[in-house]
T-cell receptor, first 115, second 111 residues
Framework: DVKVTQSSRYLVKRTGEKVFLECVQD?????MFWYRQDPGLGLRLIYF???????EKGDIPEGYSVSREKKERFSLILESASTNQTSMYLC??????????????FGPGTRLTVL | AQRVTQPEKLLSVFKGAPVELKCNYS??????LFWYVQYSRQRLQLLLR??SRESIKGFTADLNKGETSFHLKKPFAQEEDSAMYYC?????????????FGKGTKLSVKP
């Protein structure tokens, strides 16, 4: 059973702080993704990575960066948190190839509040 | 441009009534489509994908390329079906597993 874990369920930070959101998956998946989920806007892709040390911008990368030093771990970084980054952040992973490669497995989410 | 449209933000039905959650897509290639579901306080999970042609929890979805639709249907809704439903489209030719999600439809099944 695929397990995707996120370091925090709830996080409260102040404007201007540097914020790290961690995601770990235990199924040796090549692909990893970071989304933000907002009511009425659905899921929007921030960044994704299809290999260690590789990263690609998604639809809304501004204000974010990522790091993937190990295959199982994908970190999302808010360099200087702002109130408009208050949101639910979802991490996901998937295989790079094979029959089910498009199925993404999601973590429980981190609800970030920036004051 | 690739796009997924779910026209209803909220759909409310009574238990035992049929339910249809609409999804339309825009994609120039051969699409691969999915329905994901998020129950209250649970993580987002795959419900079904069009290539498997399965019925999951009584739900079915048929890809209609002529109408560019992938509507999710269930003949008799149950209260436990209440959840947030997202339609998703595989993009970039599926080579990297990227998905484009619709904005979601919240299904509320009343007793």
């Amino acid at each position: 059973d695929v397990k995707v874990t996120q370091s925090s369920r709830y996080l409260v930070k102040r404007t201007g702080e540097k914020v790290f959101l961690e995601c770990v998956q235990d199924m040796d998946h090549e692909n990893m993704f970071w989304y933000r989920q907002d009511p009425g806007l659905g899921l929007r892709l921030i960044y994704f990575s299809y290999d260690v040390k590789m990263k690609e911008k998604g639809d809304i990368p501004e204000g974010y960066s990522v790091s993937r030093e190990k295959k199982e771990r994908f970190s999302l970084i808010l360099e200087s948190a702002s109130t408009n980054q208050t949101s639910m952040y979802l991490c996901a992973s998937s295989l790079h190839s094979g029959r089910d490669y498009n199925e993404q497995f999601f973590g429980p989410g981190t609800r970030l509040t920036v004051l | 441009a690739q796009r997924v449209t779910q026209p209803e933000k909220l759909l409310s039905v009574f238990k035992g009534a049929p339910v249809e959650l609409k999804c339309n897509y825009s994609y120039s290639g051969s699409p691969e489509l999915f329905w994901y579901v998020q129950y209250s306080r649970q993580r987002l999970q795959l419900l079904l994908r069009h290539i498997s042609r399965e019925s999951i929890k009584g739900f079915t979805a048929d890809l209609n390329k002529g109408e560019t639709s992938f509507h999710l249907k269930k003949p008799f809704a149950q209260e436990e079906d209440s959840a947030m439903y997202y339609c998703a489209l595989s993009s970039y030719g599926g080579s990297q597993g990227n998905l484009i999600f619709g904005k979601g439809t919240k299904l509320s099944v009343k007793p």
